[in-house]
């Protein structure tokens, strides 16, 4: 099915702006000053621009300033004086919540004669409801008379009108706060300060020249790029990258896997992809239609429920845009083989009531072949490093009060991907040609419901489908037909249930309930491979308690909070599981915070695995057993699908401090996170090499059966004939289950487990000049370990530093110059040496660097000609110097000779991208 469907998303639309986006602690410093060239315009717009100009954050409510229009802003000035020049007129505020953040909103005190006698009307009315959501905290600095004043500016609003508008404003104080909705946390108003979390927003995703979702994730030092992914193909430690046949791409936070990450669009949760529907495929997602990507990496199944172990990825959509943007962008390898096109659209507008946006995006790649690069050129047959791929991805956003009390939100999105890849079976021969298509189309909900006081209900409905099609020809030929369908709704209540010293906590309680459905159907043998459902209920609980703040602070006791969450989930096919969360944080002085977070969570079996229905095989022969009288053994080996399997565990704790310093003309920030994930009943088969296994029988005792049962060998090998069969190499030895001398059963379980720990560091320091702003960033990821272990009694063994495996080290650092809407940066990305252990002694890989540079120029309203108003150009050079990956010897699984999982083939590649608004 294809189109869009399309209606509402729960929260309210807020525009944060921000040079990065990362929040700043409220502290009473001087302002700092800055140059501004802001022409008069809509409300919107100039906040935007202020914010990038000024540098600092900008909190406020697309809703709450429709239609209106703000001042020209010229000269230099402190961020508060600017603001009220640029405000003057309007029935708005600025409010300061810290040194680089700010609230633009409508004051709840504004409110006059006319206004208590009750003069309103529902137009008006509607308006106040709008202007009212807000993200504002802090006391409010503007009288009445002021407020009813600026009715009478610019706006060609009235006092009455001004009046009016103030006039609903204490019936919906109570709901202020509502809109902003952080990832981590189910608390609105809030951020999930306690966890490691970082916030990427449209500017820093324009700064960093890339033009796919999965580029900017693989940039991410936290993301390990194994596991599903476009370029990678099967590898010899991951067992679903082979499954991987429409070429999608998943998030591997913390290298555990693209299972153990949840992706989220607009805080919802997405069908999975894959012919074993193991990861959510982020390659169909517009990076367009991106307004910001956060990334939580700490667990938060005390939140999201199932597969947020690793951590969260949850992509924003633009939900508010007045006006027409196009945009056409083209790219090119400098030494050939990838040419890329990129074009679309977005139209938005805006009411007293509501707002309607709708983008558009087309995006095509050419196939990159080995004979195109000199390290991947080899005598055998020649493929593809990276696929061909065309998509074409829509979205829709509306938002529309219904009355003074509900508000009804939603968006639609649609893509998709045809995908082009010529390969050979272990790069050695047999040529094959995959022909797949992956489309994708979902909606969104929500009605929201004021209750009294600041207490919201919020009811959503979530529906999101998948489907795929891989047509393989040549040797080895597939036929698969992928459906996966995920629908869900949900029940949040939130508000703040009583006020203590140290200020107000808040709650939130919700309840959940989902179906998902998944199959895989084999065209070839007419036959479904996979095929299953579940249902899962759930129902959770979340509390802010702040112990001191700004109230009741003491000497080392500026703010002390403590968050607690659970959440119960049942499912249809294993049962049930509880995880609790608890986080702390502490500053016992301005600037510095020290935060802390212990919890657990769980993945479930993915529907494939609880569904396999024709992928178990028992494989017969003798194999060389050093605990047998004659040398080896008659072993059957059970790979049959298993029907007892159970989540994946996991317990995750981090440890982190943060130091925030604010200049006269910039600041600087930095964070330092501990982080360790003790993962255990971890689902996979216990070794991909049989050979390995009798040799070494102490270290796989617990799924070797010697002298089985023959009744249980019989009841295997029948289990086996009626899915995928038996292949006997026995010459004739086996007749009944008394011949076999050992069973081993290497059916996928809840048997293995990894632990990894280490550390994340993040810097920033802005500085503002009369020769433009300056913005450093740095990014690192460092992992002391990372052990694995076959069964829960082997040996661990660790994994760091080893070919296919993460790197310890990986970073992104880099600067980013603006001025009079020029803007340069320039990033440096590192990975780290390591080991190809496949031979023994190992031998040495090296690092891999490269640098990323970003030119553009924004000419708002400078420009006198009409064409060149609002124009954007910008030049992007991914591997500016055109660094080849790392060289590791070739074999059946890398004949390309490098790591797809720490380095890519693309090489240099330039792009110029023209985008204009009107």
Excluded at 187 to 193: D, L, M, N, W, Y
Excluded at 278 to 307: K, M, R
Excluded at 401 to 406: A, P, Q, R
Aim: proline fraction near 4%; glycine fraction near 10%.
């Amino acid at each position: 099915m294809s189109g869009l469907m399309v209606l509402a998303l729960a929260g309210a639309s807020i525009s944060v702006m921000a040079v990065h986006g990362t929040a700043a602690q409220a502290s009473m410093v001087q302002q700092r000053s800055a140059d501004f060239n802001i022409p008069a315009q809509s409300a919107s717009a100039a906040l935007r621009e202020f914010s990038r100009q000024a540098g600092v954050q900008v909190l406020f409510s697309s809703d709450a300033v429709a239609g209106m229009r703000t001042n020209a802003l010229t000269g230099r000035h402190t961020h508060g004086r600017a603001l009220s020049i640029l405000l003057a007129g309007t029935p708005l505020e600025a409010v300061r919540n810290g040194a680089r953040q700010y609230s633009v909103r409508i004051p709840r005190n504004a409110r006059t004669t006319a206004a208590v006698r009750g003069e309103s009307n529902a137009a008006s009315g509607r308006a106040a409801q709008r202007q009212t959501r807000l993200a504002a905290n802090g006391p409010t600095r503007r009288s009445a008379t002021s407020a009813a004043g600026a009715a009478q500016g610019q706006n060609g609003q009235t006092a009455e009108t001004g009046a009016l508008l103030a006039a609903a404003i204490e019936d919906e104080e109570r709901r202020r706060n509502e809109v902003i909705v952080v990832t981590g946390t189910n608390i609105r108003g809030i951020a999930p300060e306690s966890s490691p979390a970082q916030v990427y927003d449209r500017e820093d995703i324009q700064n960093s020249g890339v033009s796919t979702v999965e580029q900017f994730i693989d940039r991410l030092p936290q993301n390990f790029g194994g596991g599903s992914s476009a370029d990678v193909p099967a590898l010899p430690n991951d067992r679903n990258a082979a499954f991987n046949r429409t070429r999608g791409s998943g998030v591997n936070l913390r290298g555990l896997g693209s299972g153990a990450t949840l992706v989220l669009l607009n805080g919802r949760r997405l069908a999975p992809s894959g012919e074993v529907g193991d990861f959510v495929d982020v390659s169909t997602i517009p990076l367009s239609a991106i307004e910001q990507i956060d990334v939580v990496a700490d667990g938060a199944s005390a939140i999201y429920g199932a597969d947020a172990i690793a951590g969260v990825v949850n992509f924003r959509l633009r939900e508010d845009y007045e006006g027409i943007e196009v945009y056409g962008r083209h790219g090119t390898a400098t030494e050939g083989g990838v040419d890329e096109i990129r074009a679309g659209v977005t139209l938005g507008t805006e009411w007293n009531s509501g707002s309607i946006l709708f983008s558009y995006d087309f995006y095509d790649r050419d196939s990159l072949g080995a004979e195109e690069r000199d390290f991947s050129i080899n005598e055998f047959l020649p493929h593809d490093l990276l696929p061909e791929q065309e998509r074409h991805s829509a979205l829709l956003s509306i938002t529309q009060d219904l009355s003074e009390s509900f508000t009804l939100r939603g968006h639609g999105i649609y893509s998709k991907r045809d995908t082009q890849f010529f390969s050979s079976i272990f790069g050695f021969g047999f040529p094959r040609f995959s022909d797949t298509s992956s489309e994708q189309y979902g909606f969104s909900v929500s009605l929201e419901s004021a209750l009294g006081g600041d207490w919201l209900l919020v009811t959503s409905a979530d529906f999101h489908s998948v489907s795929e099609i891989a047509d393989i020809t040549g040797s080895f030929p597939a036929q698969r037909d992928i459906d996966s369908e995920l629908w869900s709704i949900d029940v949040l209540l939130n508000g703040t249930a009583f006020h203590v010293p140290g200020g107000d906590v808040k709650v939130a309680f919700g309840l959940s309930y989902r179906e998902e459905d998944f199959s895989n159907f084999n065209g070839l043998s007419d036959a479904f491979e996979n095929d299953a459902e579940r249902e899962v209920a759930a129902a959770y609980a979340e509390t802010l308690i702040p112990i001191f703040g700004p109230d009741n602070r003491q000497p080392g006791l500026e703010r002390l909070e403590i968050t607690l969450a659970g959440r119960y989930d049942d499912f249809s096919e294993f049962g049930d599981t509880f995880n609790p969360k608890i986080g702390v944080v502490w500053s016992p002085l301005s600037g510095l915070r020290f935060r802390g977070t212990f919890g657990t969570s769980f993945n479930p079996p993915n529907l494939a695995e609880i569904g396999n229905l024709r992928g178990g095989i028992v494989n017969i022969r003798f194999r060389p057993d050093p605990l047998s009288p004659n040398g080896s053994s008659l072993v059957l080996l059970n790979q049959t699908a298993a029907d007892d399997l159970g989540p994946e565990e996991a317990t995750t704790w981090t440890a982190g401090v943060d130091y925030t310093k604010e200049f006269e003309s910039g600041s600087f920030e930095a964070r330092l996170t501990y982080f360790d994930i003790e993962f255990d009943g971890r689902i996979d088969t216990p070794t991909n090499s049989i050979s390995s296994i009798l040799p070494n029988s102490d270290l796989f005792s617990e799924i070797i059966v010697r002298n089985p049962d023959p009744a249980l060998v019989d009841q295997v090998v029948s289990v086996a004939q009626s899915q995928a069969g038996v292949f006997d190499f026995s010459g004739g030895a086996f007749q009944t289950g008394s011949d076999i001398d050992v069973l081993i059963d290497n059916r996928l379980r809840n048997l293995a487990r990894a632990n990894t720990s280490g550390v994340d560091l993040n810097l920033s320091y802005r500085t503002r000049s009369s020769i433009g702003n300056l913005d450093f960033s740095f990014n690192s990821n460092y992992i002391f370990e990372q052990e694995r272990g076959i069964t829960p009694q082997s040996p661990l063994f660790d994994v760091v530093d080893t070919i296919f495996n993460p790197a310890d080290l990986r970073l992104r650092g880099g600067a980013t110059w603006t001025r009079d809407g020029f803007a340069a940066s320039l990033f440096v990305n590192y990975v780290d040496g390591y080991s190809d252990n496949r031979v023994s002694p190992a031998v040495p890989v090296d690092s891999w660097t490269t640098v990323d540079l970003n030119l553009s120029y924004d000419a708002g309203e400078r420009e006198r000609h009409a064409f060149l108003r609002n124009i954007r150009f910008s030049l992007s050079v991914l591997n500016l110097f055109d660094q080849d990956p790392p060289f590791i010897a070739s074999d059946q699984f890398t004949p390309n000779a490098f790591d797809p999982t720490n380095s890519n083939p693309l090489g240099r590649f330039v792009a110029l991208q023209i985008t204009k608004s009107w």
